[in-house]
């Protein structure tokens, strides 16, 4: 089976992207699959317009995948933008794009409705990209959250409309959802994300950290009595990090009353420092060996091969040669 996904360089990842996106990306590739990741440069071009920052986010994520146990010997990882042919494919196929198929995608609808946002044709035409992403490699499934399940069926529609005119060429993409995968509540009780400034990070100093984990709203009440355990949101970010022993076990002190929300968040804290802790000196390793161009570009070199295959194919079935 070939997996592929892929993950916009616009920030720093934080525990929330780990949980729900990271860690299952990273779990594929043990399981014989030929997993494909690509750094979403060109995507993140649709709202990001600082080169430096750019520099800074797309080396940071390579950086990011890689410590926290990306192995680029078991999975093909690249920069998107270091494949051009990715931004060829995204244009031959919005030739045979229905125009209505874009106007229906709710990320579009969203940043429309908002209206506080430039609205650059790139945002419109943001799954066609993607859709070249997944099709240029022939990919079988794409694990995704369910925000971008959408942009994934509009791939599938996309390889279909394009064989039926054409001629068989791609594959037809699945997204893959991970079910279990809850939502990760952020330090203010919504969805954590970076847009909400409610985030919890993985590779920030360790200061910053406990400043984001001391953050968080907690109910209020004295000392002395019992710290109510449902939607606590301690509790579920502390469940993420420990056994089910280690759970019960604060659980009871949350029951007995006197424990306290500083204790609670100091467990919190130490539990997502020592989860951690491994890959932070990996990455502060790997940021000073500087062998990230070098990864980087082996990975491309895998992508490319990949990548041409499927673009002689496309060239045959349009009349392009
Ligand atoms: P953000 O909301 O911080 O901008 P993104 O939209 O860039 O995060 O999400 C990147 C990936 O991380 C997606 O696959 C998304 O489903 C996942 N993700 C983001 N926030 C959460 C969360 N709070 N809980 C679970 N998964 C999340
Ligand atoms: N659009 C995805 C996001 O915003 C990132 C992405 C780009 C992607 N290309 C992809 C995901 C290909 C899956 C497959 O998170």
């Not at 959802?177 to 203010?188: K, M, Q, R, S």
């Not at 204790?263 to 804290?269: D, F, Y």
Request: aromatic share 8%.
């Amino acid at each position: 089976m070939r997996i592929l996904s892929g993950v916009k360089p616009t920030g720093r990842p934080h525990v929330g992207n780990y949980l729900g996106a990271i860690r299952q990306h990273i779990a594929l590739q043990e399981k014989n699959n030929e997993c494909i990741y690509m750094v979403a440069d060109y995507h993140a071009l649709t709202t990001l317009r600082d080169a430096d920052l750019m520099r800074e986010y797309r080396r940071g994520i390579a950086l990011d995948y890689l410590a926290l146990g990306l192995d680029p010997e078991k999975a093909i990882f690249f920069f998107q933008s270091d494949i051009p042919m990715h931004a060829e494919l995204a244009w031959i196929l919005s030739t045979i794009t229905p125009h209505g198929l874009l106007e229906r995608a709710h990320a579009w609808k969203d940043t429309k409705a908002k209206g506080n946002r430039e609205m650059n044709a790139g945002l419109f035409t943001y799954p066609i990209l993607m859709a070249a992403d997944i099709l240029l490699y022939n990919a079988d499934s794409v694990p995704v959250g369910k925000d971008q399940k959408q942009h994934v069926e509009i791939a599938r529609d996309i390889a279909e409309k394009f064989n039926n005119t054409f001629g068989d060429t791609f594959t037809l993409p699945e997204p893959d959802i991970p079910e279990d995968v809850a939502t990760i509540i952020g330090t203010d009780g919504q969805k954590m994300s970076k847009s909400y400034n409610n985030t919890i990070g993985i590779f920030e100093d360790e200061a910053t950290i406990k400043k984001q984990v001391m953050s968080i709203t907690t109910a209020s009440i004295e000392l002395a009595e019992p710290m109510p355990i449902e939607n606590d949101i301690i509790l579920g970010l502390y469940e993420q990090f420990s056994s089910s022993a280690e759970l019960d076990e604060l659980k009871a002190n949350y029951k007995a009353g006197g424990f306290g929300y500083g204790n609670a968040k100091k467990a919190l804290l130490n539990k997502i420092i020592e989860h951690f802790a491994e890959a932070r000196e990996r990455r502060t390793k790997l940021a000073e060996s500087d062998n990230i161009k070098e990864i980087m570009h082996e990975g491309a070199k895998k992508a490319q091969k990949i990548a041409i295959t499927t673009m002689s194919d496309v060239y045959v079935k349009t009349g392009l040669s």
